[in-house]
């Protein structure tokens, strides 16, 4: 099993990578699990619903969090 874990995703820009890049290296790699951290990805700090979602339909399966994420209702 190929796992890949993605570090800090930080904001739009961030989340505009992860969406152009993750299905190429998920299928050039043959990855089988993709964790990312996502607790900078709204705005820089925090995480919202809108974001979680994007993410996941960028093909993240897991994401993970630290403290900035509890600077979002």
Do not use: Y
């Not at 890949?4 to 820009?13: A, C, E, M, Q, T």
């Not at 995480?47 to 994007?54: E, L, N, Q, S, V």
Request: proline content about 5%; aromatic content about 6%.
């Amino acid at each position: 099993m190929k796992i890949l874990f993605v570090g800090d995703v930080v904001g739009s820009p961030g989340r505009a990578a992860v969406k152009a890049l993750l299905p190429k290296v998920r299928q050039a790699h043959d990855i089988d699990f993709v964790i990312v951290n996502a607790e900078n990805s709204a705005g820089g700090s925090g995480i919202t619903p809108r974001t979680a979602r994007d993410l996941f339909q960028s093909g993240c399966d897991v994401l993970t969090s630290g403290d900035h994420v509890w600077r979002r209702p």
